[in-house]
């Protein structure tokens, strides 16, 4: 995705412009620009400048998009078509599952499998040779 640098013009929107309340973006990527102008307004990115391509996944920014902005998943899943997950919750709840595991009980021996013997049943498959008898049993 490319990157930008550009000037953001705060409250645009809402017709409270200040030039004192610009703000200068630096490399940011193309779907930050989209989403700029989404919250201020179309006309409050300023002075936009092609700076390069990100590496990033486009994912990964959409994820830092949501972690910047917060207020605007919605938006952002909205504009650029995605769903984001908080994974945070998770991340809690697993925080711990490696506490009591040490190098003791840790072993490079595969888990033995078991083999499981299933009961065999002999059953008759009934052997259709008309379309009347196959309605007839169903």
Not at 76 to 87: A, G, Q, R, W, Y
């Amino acid at each position: 995705m490319k990157t930008y640098s550009c000037r953001v013009a705060l409250g645009m929107n809402i017709g409270t412009i200040n030039p004192h309340h610009e703000v200068t973006k630096v490399n940011v990527p193309r779907a930050e620009i989209v989403l700029l102008r989404a919250i201020h307004g179309k006309d409050a990115v300023l002075d936009l400048k092609e700076t390069g391509v990100s590496s990033l996944p486009d994912s990964q920014i959409y994820a830092t998009l949501a972690e910047t902005y917060p207020k605007y998943v919605k938006m952002i899943e909205s504009l650029f078509n995605v769903k984001l997950l908080d994974l945070s919750s998770d991340l809690d709840r697993m925080a711990g599952l490696d506490e009591g595991l040490d190098e003791e009980h840790v072993s490079d021996e595969p888990v033995p499998r078991e083999t499981l013997h299933l009961p065999t049943k002999n059953v008759e498959i009934p052997s259709f040779t008309k379309q009347s008898e196959r309605t007839a049993i169903s």
